[in-house]
């Protein structure tokens, strides 16, 4: 199977402009966690989450090539993809930002593996670091879903540059 094509044209476009159309696209939005092995906990917000394949069941979401946190991830076996329900904006805004411990006075539960799990997610995803995919600025993770569940409701939406809920 071929998986590489001709480059395309040269692009008629600048990364503003890309950006601004991308951000109309609205995403679900995601808090990605993770234990060290000094035992404290690394989390970051993130919206490029998807699913692959039901069999074996695997999941995607990237992050930046020089983030911070791109050793952590890259070198942990497992991570949680929390997926976040309309009334946990501040949680998305909180792992956004660099802080010295986003999970002071968050509440959450320890998976089978010590991962932490956001309480109130409306979806989570413990999962094996199975892959990674260097592509343009960002790795490409994919994860081997070990344990999942879920907790219906109404989602988080990121959309135009902002948080949203939809409308009832």
């Not at 199975?130 to 490409?140: A, F, K, T």
Request: charged letters at 15%.
């Amino acid at each position: 199977m071929n998986t590489r094509s001709p480059r395309a044209p040269a692009q008629t476009f600048d990364t503003t402009h890309f950006r601004q159309a991308l951000s109309q696209f609205a995403t679900g939005v995601t808090v990605i966690t993770t234990r060290l092995a000094d035992g404290s906990f690394r989390g970051l917000t993130a919206s490029s989450f998807n699913s692959v394949s039901l069999s074996p069941p695997l999941v995607l979401w990237s992050l930046g090539s020089l983030a911070n946190s791109m050793p952590i991830f890259s070198g942990n076996s497992h991570y949680v993809i929390n997926v976040l329900g309309a009334d946990q904006a501040e949680l998305a805004q909180r792992f956004a930002r660099r802080t010295d411990n986003p999970f002071e006075g968050v509440e959450y539960e320890l998976s089978r593996t010590g991962q932490p799990i956001l309480k109130g997610a409306s979806a989570w995803f413990e999962c094996h670091n199975r892959s990674r995919y260097p592509e343009g600025d960002h790795v490409i993770f994919v994860g081997e879903v070990e344990e999942c569940a879920s907790n219906p409701q109404a989602p988080l939406i990121f959309h135009n540059g902002q948080f949203n809920t939809p409308p009832a």
